[in-house]
Every structure is written in structure tokens, then in C-alpha cells.
């Protein structure tokens, strides 16, 4: 305590030194004014990197992105859009590889459903970035079959013609029975990811089709597709052929976690490749 108080009285004593000493004053206004001045760049600058990070992540994706440009123009004759999404989504429903891999030009790819400037979108740009930047260069992540391939969708995506017309919900709505057979069928939930994560019908039922009453897609962003179209990874039951992983969420607390986690999946490999919960 009387330590404490020591203190205490010693700080009093500067302040009516403060005080009582006119000249100082003046001093410590000029001097506060050129901390707050010298303060600003850095509070600029951190302010500045995080729009620097949120546009980062916008750029990255939409150097990736499939246009849903005319998603919303359907000819006669027609049901469907067509733009690329609409492209794609058919040749995969159609188990067409051929096709599809004239869009991906790659055997295997990511197809990212993401939104513009989220926070959970931005930790996945940190794991594909980083990921694809030490891939095949990096000892950890050396061993890769194949170039990377990335395909980015944004599900907030609006018509030119009528801002209030989402493209990406009238693309789920024309392939709607894609998106059923994403949700029905057991052979996604008896993945090793899926077991592993325990992932059910529901849970990709409740992703991709919610109730019928729903005019928009349910799906969340991120959501991540791993397609696989290589001869040793295709599976005859598939319904959905070259379809091997729908990740929810990709793990990890870091970039550098969630591109191993990315990796794994990439390389059908640790949960992605094997039981882990014998529970």
C-alpha cells in the first residue's frame, strides 16, 4: 500500500507541476497535435488494408468467375438461360465430361459459390490463394495430379435488365432436379467427407433444394464443389458423374490450414480419403 501510494502521490505531484507551470501547457496541446498527426497514416493504413483485403478477395474471385450473364434470357422453345452457369450446370447433369471440360479445360476443378465482400468468403480467398500459390512449388504441397483449376459463381448476382431478378436463383430454379439429385442422393453423404463430418440427406437437402415453397436458392456461401473427372476417380453409381466433395466449410483458422484442408480434398486424401470417427 504504501508503495501505491508513493505512486500516487508522485503523479500528483506532476500534475500540479502541470498546473502550476504555464509554459508547459502550451507544449503538450502542440505536442498531442502532432501525435494525432503522426498517428493518421497508421490509421489510414489499417483502414486501408482492410478494404485492400475485401477487394482483394472480390478481384480474385471475379478473375475466376462463369458469367450468368443471360441467365435471364430464356428463347423460345427454351427452358433454361444461356448464359455459362446454365452451360455447365447442364453438361454436368447430363454426365457429359467432354463438354464440361470444354468449359474447365482441366479434369479436375473447384467450383466456388461465393458472394462480394462477406467475411466467410474472404477466409475462403486466403485458403485457395494460398493454396494455389504453393502448389507443386512447396515441399508440403508438392505431388499435385493436374493444374489448378478454379471456377467461381456469384449467387448475388443481379440482372442488367432488372436489378431485382437474382440470375444465380434463376439458374438454381431451371436445373432444379440437378440440385434435387444433389440432395437426394446417397452417394454424396457416402463420401469419406461426408461421413467424416457427418454430414446427411438433410444437410444437403436443406443446402440445395430447402422447401418447396422456396423461390430462392437456400444454399450459403461459401460453398465449395470438388469435381474429379480423372479416369481412376470416377464412380459408375454416381449420379452426378465427377462430383467427389461438396464442402460446407472449408477448415481451418489460418490461410495456410484451410489450403491443407483444400489440398486434402484435391488429393482425395486424410478426411477426404479415409474414416476418421470409427465412434
Request: net charge negative.
Amino acid at each position: 500500500m504504501k508503495v501505491l501510494r508513493a505512486i500516487g502521490g508522485f503523479f500528483a505531484r506532476i500534475g500540479r507541476w502541470i498546473k502550476e507551470t504555464a509554459w508547459i501547457q502550451p507544449l503538450l496541446i502542440v505536442g498531442a497535435i502532432f501525435a494525432v498527426i503522426f498517428a493518421i497514416p497508421h490509421i489510414i493504413d489499417g483502414v486501408k488494408g482492410w478494404f485492400d483485403e475485401s477487394d482483394a478477395a472480390n478481384k480474385y474471385f471475379a478473375k475466376y468467375q462463369l458469367s450468368l450473364k443471360n441467365a435471364d434470357v430464356i428463347p423460345d422453345g427454351e427452358f433454361i438461360g444461356t448464359s455459362k452457369v446454365d452451360n455447365l450446370f447442364t453438361y454436368i447433369a447430363d454426365g457429359d465430361q467432354d463438354k464440361v471440360k470444354s468449359i474447365t479445360n482441366n479434369d479436375k476443378f473447384f467450383i466456388a459459390f461465393v458472394q462480394k465482400d462477406s467475411s466467410s468468403c474472404k477466409d475462403l480467398y486466403g485458403g485457395l490463394k494460398m493454396f494455389q500459390d504453393k502448389y507443386n512449388k512447396n515441399d508440403e504441397f508438392k505431388g499435385m495430379k493436374g493444374n489448378f483449376k478454379l471456377i467461381t459463381i456469384y449467387t448475388d448476382s443481379v440482372s442488367t435488365v432488372d436489378d431485382e431478378t437474382n440470375l444465380f436463383d434463376t439458374v438454381w430454379s431451371n436445373h432444379y432436379e440437378l440440385f434435387e439429385d444433389l440432395s437426394r442422393e446417397h452417394y454424396l453423404e457416402n463420401t469419406f467427407y461426408a461421413q467424416n463430418k457427418s454430414y446427411n440427406t438433410d444437410k444437403y437437402s436443406s443446402a440445395f433444394i430447402g422447401s418447396s415453397e422456396q423461390k430462392t436458392c437456400p444454399m450459403s456461401t461459401p460453398l465449395v464443389m470438388f469435381f474429379d473427372y480423372t479416369e481412376e476417380n470416377l464412380i459408375q453409381s454416381q449420379k452426378v458423374k465427377g462430383l467427389s466433395d461438396v464442402i460446407f466449410t472449408v477448415d481451418g483458422s489460418s490461410d495456410l490450414e484451410r489450403a491443407r484442408t483444400l489440398k486434402n480434398c484435391w488429393s482425395h486424401s486424410d478426411i477426404f480419403g479415409e474414416i476418421k470417427n470409427h465412434n
